[in-house]
């Protein structure tokens, strides 16, 4: 494998696993904004509430698409980009009503509303296939030392019941049955690099989908 599709499968690794935390403000952002916002809009004062919640929001969905952008393109995507107070106080559209009700009357920042109500469920979902399969196969590649540590210090056969493989391999032994499920884990493993950059993907082409963006992606960068 080439140094560069080592960086980009990291950086794809990086991008599921840091889904779930941004997908966490995302939305505890847009519940607070709208439980806060909705009620005090017939007064007014709710206006700027809704309003920042959605440029918020539509900042973080465009900081997903840059990171993503990067990924794609075969650069390093710097996970030093952050959305700061100060980034936000200085935004002239909250300035004023007009402003509040230029973003509230555009259609396009309510895909950052939708973002992060989607989101959350979508980035537990990467987060979990993002750790499972990696520690999955090395599991299963560590069979047979499980079996001898269990067996040897335990006097507990971990393949005793595995009826799967002995209904394959009848005549196996439980210690040949753990180099089976080793082989798994290596193939597994094998496979990981195009699973990540193919999660990432599919990461990816929800994220144009609901920003709007043109870009497209089946499996990552070539």
């Known amino acids: 494998m080439k140094p560069s599709r080592i960086t980009q499968t990291v950086t794809a690794w990086k991008i599921l696993i840091g889904s779930l935390p941004r997908g966490i403000v995302a939305f505890a952002i847009a519940i607070a904004g709208l439980s806060a916002g909705l009620p005090l809009a017939v007064f007014f004062v709710g206006l700027p509430v809704l309003a920042g919640m959605l440029i918020v929001n539509g900042k973080l969905l465009s900081l997903e698409g840059r990171l993503l952008a990067k990924w794609e393109s075969s650069k390093n995507a710097s996970f030093a980009e952050r959305i700061t107070l100060s980034d936000i106080r200085s935004d002239d559209r909250l300035k004023g009503w007009k402003g509040w009700l230029s973003v509230l009357g555009n259609i396009q920042h309510y895909r950052g509303l939708g973002y992060g109500i989607a989101q959350f469920p979508i980035s537990i979902l990467a987060f979990v296939l993002a750790v499972v399969i990696p520690a999955v196969g090395f599991g299963l590649l560590l069979s047979p030392i499980a079996y001898l540590v269990s067996i ?8 005793q019941k595995d009826v799967a493989v002995a209904w394959l391999f009848p005549g196996w ?3 040949q049955r753990s180099w089976f499920s080793a082989g ?10 195009s699973l990540l950059r ?14 709007g963006t043109q870009e497209r992606t089946k499996s990552g960068p070539a």
């Not at 335990?154 to 393949?159: I, Y």
């Not at 193919?198 to 920003?211: D, F, K, P």
Request: aromatic share 26%; with cysteine.
């Open 152 to 159: 040897n210090l335990f006097s507990f056969d971990l393949f």
């Open 198 to 211: 193919l999660l990432c993907g599919l990461y990816a082409r929800w994220i144009y989908w609901i920003s």
């Open 173 to 175: 032994s439980s210690f």
């Open 184 to 193: 798994l884990g290596a193939i597994l493993l094998l496979f990981l690099p």
